[in-house]
């Protein structure tokens, strides 16, 4: 046998003996886990999350995630560590040394009995936004508003989109502030007492102020429905709400259709309306009420006396905004024509 050959057969055998002996070594039982090595006041368990890996389950647990990973790969309840999923609960018990200290539970499906609830339609919101930006509903004593259009920089007479105003205001007013332009239209009175409940008021279009100077405000015009003047009254822009959730108020509420906005001889859905309800009567923007007609009254055949039939449900309405003695509400709902006087009450008493 040549001297090279011998070489070579002798280090065939030192490289084989090598790697036998490193897998042995990969192969061995790890160092046993105590309580050491996990990590101080540590809730358990441990609930898989989406995207989670093996390295970010074991550095949960121990200070050394390397030590513990070769744990895992002899685990008994967790044979296959790449098929974990969300939602699985994962514990260490140092004392469970035999299956190397962990256990897990999969979560299975439950299945949960409650009650059925009625789902309500959501509320159209441009629905919202054309009932309330072109009329509004104020208190008698709120038809001065908070300040007035003075002239314009071009001493124009009717004024329109991005037009440059001068304001005179009663209250201060801040760069940036938004204005309702208005002018007043009729009184709205109660039915039954005929008091003043309300005054209609038509808005005309919204400016923003500018600036001030020497007691005079500047503003401008940001859009209009209809052309603006000198003289016509500003009031703080209302916020419309287009997430409305409709409530119920509990305890007996009964009011009236007060109006129906321009002057209609009836209403239906979609249509704004004025009801004779408010703030004082626990109402707010999205209370839900339902309007009733009163029954008509007939002669029974049979007796000869007069009968008044029971009063019936046409409609249901949502508030958009509560004053202190009447509301506006848009009609959300109606099986019939619904008319000044009809009776306005809680949806839940019919």
């Not at 208005?182 to 009184?187: H, L, Q």
């Not at 009964?254 to 209609?264: E, H, M």
């Not at 009063?311 to 249901?316: A, D």
Request: charged share 25%; glycine share 8%.
């Amino acid at each position: 046998m040549k001297l090279q050959h011998f070489f070579i057969i002798a280090w065939a055998f030192f490289a084989c003996t090598f790697s036998v002996q490193a897998t042995a070594n990969a192969l061995a039982i790890p160092q046993e886990i105590s309580e050491a090595d996990i990590k101080a006041d540590l809730p358990q368990p441990y609930v898989v999350k989406k995207g989670d890996t093996l390295w970010d389950i074991a550095n949960y647990f121990f200070k050394d995630p390397e030590k513990w990973l070769k744990i895992w790969e002899r685990n008994l309840y967790i044979s296959n560590p790449d098929l974990i999923y969300p939602g699985n609960e994962i514990w260490f018990n140092v004392k469970k040394k035999k299956n190397g200290g962990l256990s897990q539970i999969r979560p299975q499906p439950k299945v949960v009995f409650k009650a059925v609830e009625k789902l309500e339609a959501k509320i159209d919101a441009s629905q919202l936004l054309t009932a309330l930006a072109r009329q509004d509903f104020i208190q008698a004593d709120d038809i001065e508003g908070v300040g007035y259009i003075l002239d314009s920089e071009d001493d124009r007479i009717n004024y329109g989109a991005n037009d440059r105003l001068y304001l005179k205001m009663q209250q201060a007013a801040n760069d940036g502030d938004i204005f309702d332009v208005f002018r007043t239209g009729d009184s709205i009175k109660d039915p039954q007492s005929g008091k003043v409940v309300g005054v209609l008021v038509n808005h005309l279009g919204q400016i923003e102020v500018r600036s001030k100077a020497e007691g005079i405000y500047r503003g401008v015009v940001l859009h209009t429905f209809e052309e603006l003047s000198r003289g016509d009254r500003l009031k703080p822009a209302k916020h419309i709400n287009t997430k409305i959730t409709p409530s119920y108020p509990s305890g007996k509420r009964l009011g009236k259709v007060l109006y129906i906005r321009n002057d209609a001889a009836e209403a239906g859905r979609n249509q704004v309306i004025g009801i004779s309800l408010g703030l004082g009567d626990g109402l707010k923007a999205g209370t839900a009420l339902s309007i009733h007609r009163a029954g008509r009254i007939i002669k029974d055949r049979i007796t000869g006396k007069k009968v008044r039939l029971p009063e019936e449900k046409i409609g249901e309405v949502l508030v958009l905004v509560a004053q202190k003695d009447a509301s506006v509400a848009l009609v959300v709902e109606s099986a019939s024509s619904i008319n000044i006087g009809d009776a306005v009450r809680n949806k839940a008493n019919r």
